[in-house]
């Protein structure tokens, strides 16, 4: 359908190779007609393309081109002749081409911004060049100016992507939420959609990406009657710097800028892919040498990213990348389609090699996810010290020095150099035996109430199937005016329900520790039973871990007046907890430290 109009397939193509249709003469003007071309014809708000078409006994320098009856008559002053079905080369001017892509393709991102911005405004007409601007039908406050600046340069900062396509009129009706109401019909129909927006119709050229525009400046917001107009700039592109002055000691540093460097670039990835399909495999390695040597024509423009100003270093040096890889795809792509069919038969049909994906470890996963849980309801994750004084991991939480409770946790003791009368008292450090010890340090910061969640690494010393040296534990602390019972039981409930299934919830069992009073063991109902007892759990619930009603003793270390304020605490091993989510029965726990992928990669 577009066949003969190349520049709407593809808008980066520079030449074409291609017959002359008709050519007519009025006064100095010549009107040429080509079987195909890449020249854009004034409309739709975009400028005329201008260029060269070459034969062999003649050249039009084009001016201007218009489309009649879906084909691109192309005008200008003819040097020497030109013959019907002749061969031509038709090329168009490249710098101000690609100006009029940025300018087109900035209208568009302002466009989504404004109907974004003040939506039911409907777009009346539009214009490029010295005083570009977009025309609605509708009022716009002109304070909205630096808005509407700043949102669209963000959505050049996000590069994002353009991408066009052809479409019947139906398919145009039912895609886009509006159709100009004089849609020109002998041009083909194309729809434009620029990533994360509807799609809109577009028969101008388009940039690849929104990042190739530029900083965009909206210059006014003017009102006449219900018409508004907004209009925009854009810098233009420098001077294009001449294929011949492309070596490192003519190229003008000081004027080297990022679209310059485009430019540049542009020129030899579109030489190099000419010259890469025309030469055969054996010269191949010359041409690289060529290029990319140590004196390469490519190599040399490299070096030339040190003479760009620094904010554009970093775009510059990601357009080397591209360049590169798309250089090195085409030179591979040239040697394989010179390769013995037979020795490179593969199955196109086999599935592709996918390239390993990790994934977090399964204990930061069961972190992650308990955290955002509790957070939920108003708990923040906090961290707490994992190598503690002893005071914190046990005197503070109602155990001194000596009390039998403290053997229940076997707890590694850090050496340092203590005289024997330190010894004998409390001031020892420990790697922390749970999570207990943020209790007390939490209370210390001072602010009420209190809703913590530590997680945190422990360590006793304890190894075989199913204890570990360190492991992790998940401990929660509620401090407020009026806690009760049944506030702790509505918050592991929650807990529960979230992490495990609707249906599934908690019940208390008395129990002891230290540091609450009174304190519980917590049972979750079992989930294939949902508590009447199975096979599996026996007595239809499964211990979950500790928890309690805080220690007024504990609140006086902390320094809360513990006939002011009460609270719950809880404490549960992480690991545990998670295991019993998946229903996975470890034979041994240690399988989760030690660091075997494929134990790991079930997970
Ligand atoms: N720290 C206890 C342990 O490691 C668990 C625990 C029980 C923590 C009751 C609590 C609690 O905060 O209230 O076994």
Request: glycine share 8%; aromatic share 10%.
């Amino acid at each position: 359908m577009a066949g003969n109009l190349l520049y709407l397939s593809d808008s980066y193509q520079k030449s074409v190779k291609t017959k002359i249709l008709a050519v007519t003469q009025k006064g100095k003007q010549t009107f040429v007609m080509l079987e195909q071309t890449v020249f854009y014809p004034e409309g739709g708000g975009q400028p005329s393309d201008q260029g060269l078409i070459a034969g062999s006994n003649g050249k039009l320098k084009v001016t201007h081109c218009r489309l009649v009856s879906g084909n691109v008559v192309h005008e200008g002053m003819l040097k020497g002749t030109f013959t019907e079905h002749e061969e031509v080369t038709a090329q168009i001017d490249w710098t101000l081409r690609f100006d009029h892509m940025r300018w087109h393709s900035a209208r568009h991102l302002l466009h989504e911004v404004v109907t974004q911005a003040i939506p039911g405004l409907v777009p009346v007409k539009g214009e490029h060049g010295t005083h570009a601007y977009i025309e609605y039908q509708g009022i716009i406050n002109p304070k909205l100016k630096n808005r509407l600046e700043t949102e669209t340069n963000m959505l050049v900062a996000e590069d994002r992507q353009f991408a066009t396509e052809f479409v019947t009129i139906d398919e145009l009706k039912e895609r886009v939420a509006w159709v100009p109401e004089k849609l020109r019909k002998n041009k083909p129909l194309r729809i434009l959609t620029i990533a994360g927006f509807a799609p809109t119709p577009d028969g101008g050229t388009q940039v690849k990406s929104s990042g190739e525009v530029g900083p965009v400046r909206v210059t006014a917001i003017e009102s006449a009657g219900e018409l508004t107009r907004i209009y925009y700039a854009i810098d233009p592109l420098p001077e294009p710097v001449k294929k011949t002055t492309r070596s490192t000691e003519n190229v003008n540093t000081q004027s080297m800028t990022l679209n310059s460097f485009r430019t540049l670039l542009i020129d030899i990835e579109n030489e190099l892919f000419e010259k890469i399909s025309k030469r055969a495999v054996h010269e191949l390695e010359a041409l690289q040498v060529e290029y990319f040597g140590s004196h390469g024509q490519a190599t040399e423009l490299i070096k030339e990213l040190r003479n760009l100003p620094d904010f554009e270093r970093k775009a510059a040096g990601q357009l080397v990348n591209e360049f590169k890889s798309s250089i090195q795809e085409a030179f591979i792509r040239r040697r394989e389609s010179q390769t013995p069919v037979n020795s490179q038969w593969f199955d196109v049909s086999l599935p592709g090699i996918k390239p390993p994906q990790g994934h977090l470890h399964i204990v930061s996963q069961a972190i992650m996810e308990i955290t955002e849980i509790f957070s939920r309801i108003g708990f923040t994750r906090v961290r707490h010290k994992e190598v503690d004084w002893d005071e914190y991991a046990f005197e503070k939480l109602n155990m001194p020095a000596h009390h039998p409770a403290r053997d229940e946790w076997e707890t590694f003791f850090i050496e340092q150099p203590t005289t024997n009368d330190q010894r004998r008292t409390t001031k020892k450090i420990v790697l922390t035996p749970h999570t207990s010890n943020g209790q007390v340090r939490e209370m210390e910061k001072g602010k009420l109430p209190i809703r913590m969640i530590n997680i945190a690494k422990c360590y006793r010393r304890q190894s075989d199937v199913s204890h570990v040296p360190m492991f992790h534990q998940f401990e929660g602390l509620y401090i407020d005016y009026h806690v009760s019972i049944g506030n702790l039981k509505g918050v592991f409930d929650f807990f529960v329900q979230n992490f495990y299934g609707e249906k599934r919830k908690t019940r208390l069992r008395p129990y002891h520790f230290q540091f609450t009073e009174p304190s519980f063991e917590v049972d979750i109902n079992c989930g294939i039973c949902l508590g009447k007892g199975c096979k599996l759990c026996k007595s239809g619930w499964l211990e979950l871990g500790g928890a309690g009603m805080v220690h007024p003793n504990v609140l006086k270390a902390g320094k809360i007046n513990p006939d002011e304020y009460n609270g719950f605490a809880f404490g549960w091993g992480a690991e545990r907890t998670y295991m019993m989510k998946s229903g996975t029965q470890l034979d041994d726990i240690r399988l989760l430290y030690n660091n075997d992928l494929r134990f790991l990669e079930q997970f």
